[in-house]
């Protein structure tokens, strides 16, 4: 990897002395085209790249995509791409070219949908429509739907998969069988695990017990709402529930507080050091407070998550959330003890 970077930034020296657009090249501009230029180095004939920021004037839309996927629009990173759904929508809808397909779970007569349907039609390009999280599909259900859409349509372009040394066929959603569907996690979205009570209450404190963790990084409303949803649905989620929040300045916490309300006993206000702007600890518990919910303050996010720990020690479970950036300041501490378990995923 480091040969590629020093490419891209070889490249970004040429631009300089010749006072062209490149010479403004960002970290993740020159981090994308790093990945670009390794995939091609590799020989790889499908990528999956996911946009850094909207899409219409994101790096990673330098590449000619043949199947463009748009899972939703929401309402984050306003200050940039635009405060209402329509202009977010606007930004991302950008990732579409001429000749490819679009797959998405945008209703067409939802405000973002009324913008994306008509540029897939100016396009030329078919749309195809999965529903989204909801009552009746889970997450990780709607997800499948998505990736199972576009392999579907990779086999209508003539994309193969190799069954067997003399077995050659067309790539299908049908891949994705029961088997794959077990083994697909992705680290901090509803990631369960288990800690004991003896890390908060010490050895001989009464008989230890097993405390459910729950980290995911949904940052905005909506995917709180879909991860609280399917949280009610764990059997094995019982008691008080303490959340450990922490957010970016861009995110929309009254909101998602109000999610929380009436849901969680406490929360404990954190942020992690090293992202981007976050809301300090402070400034998040006096909007827990508005939101009629009990606030604690930790400064550092292992310590929230001690402190979450001792208020559950004896019953109920813990939720992290607001921010992939804080998921990953917990997770190394969590799964680096040897008494933390792995839970199935609710």
């Known amino acids: 990897m480091s040969e590629v970077l020093e490419r891209a930034l070889h490249a970004r020296e ?20 790093g990945a670009i230029l390794a995939f091609a180095d590799a020989g790889l004939e499908w990528a999956v790249i996911e946009c850094g920021l909207g899409g219409r004037l994101d790096s990673t839309n330098t590449v000619d995509g043949e199947v463009a996927v748009l899972t939703n629009v929401d309402l984050e990173h306003t200050a940039i791409l635009g405060a209402t759904r329509s202009a ?24 973002a949908g009324c913008v994306i349907w008509p540029e897939a039609a100016s396009l030329g390009c078919p749309v195809i429509l999965r529903p989204p999280p909801g009552p009746d599909l889970t997450i990780k259900e709607s997800n499948a739907g998505l990736a199972s859409a576009v392999l579907d349509e990779l086999g209508r372009r003539g994309v193969k998969v190799s069954r067997g040394e003399n077995m050659v066929e067309a790539v299908t959603g049908l891949l994705l069988d029961e088997a794959v569907a077990r083994r697909a996690s992705l680290p901090g979205r509803m990631e369960g695990l288990e800690i004991s009570s003896e890390l908060v209450k010490g050895d001989g404190l009464g008989e230890p017990r097993r405390i459910p963790v729950i980290l995911d990084g949904a940052h905005v409303p909506s995917s709180l709402e879909h991860v609280w949803r399917e949280l009610g649905r764990a059997t094995d989620l019982a008691g008080p529930c303490v959340a450990v929040v922490g957010f970016g300045r861009d995110k929309k916490v009254e ?67 607001g921010s992939l950036h804080l998921v990953g300041a917990v997770r190394p501490f969590l799964i680096s003890r040897p008494e933390t378990a792995r839970c199935a995923q609710p």
């Open 14 to 33: 040429l631009a300089k002395q010749r006072e062209t657009p490149g010479q403004s090249a960002t970290r993740f501009d020159l981090e994308a085209l």
């Open 88 to 111: 977010i929508a606007y930004q991302k809808i950008g990732i579409l070219k001429r000749g490819a397909a679009l797959v998405t779970s945008v209703a067409q007569d939802s405000e």
């Open 255 to 321: 909101d998602m507080f109000n999610i929380l309300s009436g849901k969680v006993s406490l929360i404990v206000c954190t942020s992690a050091k090293g992202g981007p702007p976050a809301f300090s600890p402070e400034q998040l518990a006096d909007l827990v407070t508005v939101a009629g919910i009990d606030a604690e303050i930790r400064e550092d996010p292992v310590d929230a998550l001690l402190r979450a720990a001792a208020v559950v020690a004896e019953q109920g479970w813990i939720l992290v959330t």
